[in-house]
């Protein structure tokens, strides 16, 4: 099993930055992809970003160039910088391991909040 801790979420004021994190624990030796997914009220969880073990990233269409995700193997915990926040970003974001044998996990979740 594997156990996915978040921090990081909050209120903020479009134009304005977050940083989430997200640092995972037991059985990791299979982890391979690790990242961020979000989901809006009424709409499907989308690809925020993702790295991999190797330092490959992915990042959703809507958060190029204003998103950052970076990892620090040595804590097994990841980041994602948000700035130039807008209010579309508002939603639930969730961190996500992928692990060989296609298996995920998924964090509990932290809401992120833009608006004036």
């Known amino acids: 099993q594997v156990q996915l801790v978040e921090s990081g979420g909050g209120l903020v004021q479009p134009g304005g930055s977050l940083r989430l994190s997200c640092t995972a624990s037991?059985?990791?030796?299979?982890?391979?992809?690790m990242g961020w997914y979000r989901q809006a009220p009424g709409k499907e969880r989308e690809l925020v970003a993702t790295v991999t073990i190797n330092g490959l990233t992915n990042y959703g269409d809507s958060v190029k160039g204003r998103f950052a995700i970076s990892r620090d193997n040595t804590k097994d915990t990841w980041y994602l910088q948000m700035n130039s926040l807008k209010p579309e970003d508002t939603a639930v974001y969730y961190c996500y391991t992928w692990h060989y044998g296609d298996v995920k996990y998924w964090g509990q979740g932290s809401q992120v909040t833009v608006s004036s």
């Open positions: 037991g059985r990791l030796f299979s982890m391979y992809i």
